[in-house]
């Protein structure tokens, strides 16, 4: 069975600071790589998508893959309370359905 | 605006009753998915479809069935509502195997 796995935090980062959040996966043969981003009480929304090793930038955001290793992280730099949200990570493999982990649920301490 | 919209939004209902929840979505996607979210568990998949007449059964299918028999809508039934359904339900669409899926606003489902 194909695993997402997700520290539940919670993770207090400072408002200002790089906000580093970390997630593996089980299946080596992974593709698609997703950042989901879900407020208290909302449903989750698309922030980032990757597919290949390496860095991928928007805004403030980063995506970090290393299908080696089997982990993707996502970088929030110059933090914002308005980014105090559970964030989920999701894997695919081919075009099979959506894994995703239990989530990450980040503060930002002003 | 394309969007993908549910509803109720809120329901209560009683153990056994038969409910409907409906997902609308103008995004013209094919692919569309259920998901429940309950703490601890994170968002599992209940049913999903690949396009009209479509379905499929994800790791939580037992005790709900759903039906495609258009492009924009993909309705969840209950067919015997149970206090372990309690729970919040969410549709999403996506328009290819490798783009992300969108979610709906959710449905917060309680059964008495």
């Known amino acids: 069975q194909k695993e997402v796995e997700q520290n539940s935090g919670p993770l207090s980062v400072p408002e200002g600071a790089i906000a580093s959040l970390n997630c593996t996966y089980s299946?080596?043969?992974?593709?698609?790589f997703f950042w989901y981003r879900q407020y208290s009480g909302k449903s989750p929304e698309l922030i980032m998508s990757?597919?290949?090793?390496g860095d991928k930038e928007d805004g403030r955001f980063t995506a970090q893959l290393n299908k080696a290793s089997q982990y993707v992280s996502l970088l929030i730099r110059d933090s914002q309370p308005s980014d105090s949200a559970t964030y989920l990570c999701?894997?695919?493999?081919?075009?099979?359905?959506?894994?995703f982990g239990t989530g990450t649920r980040l503060t930002i301490i002003p | 605006d394309a969007e993908i919209t549910q509803s109720p939004r809120h329901k209560i209902t009683e153990t056994g009753r038969q409910v409907t929840l409906a997902c609308h979505q103008t995004?013209?996607?094919?692919?569309m998915f259920w998901y429940r979210q309950d703490l601890g568990h994170g968002l599992r998949l209940i049913h999903y479809?690949?396009?009209?007449?479509?379905?499929n059964k994800g790791e939580v299918s037992d005790g709900y069935s759903v039906s495609r028999s258009n492009t924009e809508d993909l309705p969840l039934t209950l067919e015997s509502a149970a206090s372990s359904q309690t729970s919040v339900y969410f549709c999403?669409?996506?328009?290819?195997?490798?783009?992300?899926?969108?979610f709906g606003p959710g449905t917060r489902l309680t059964v008495l």
């Open positions: 999403a669409s996506s328009e290819s195997w490798q783009g992300g899926q969108f």
């Open positions: 299946d080596r043969g992974s593709q698609s």
């Open positions: 990757i597919y290949s090793n």
């Open positions: 999701a894997v695919q493999f081919g075009n099979e359905k959506l894994t």
């Open positions: 995004w013209n996607h094919n692919n």
């Open positions: 479809s690949y396009g009209v007449q479509d379905t």
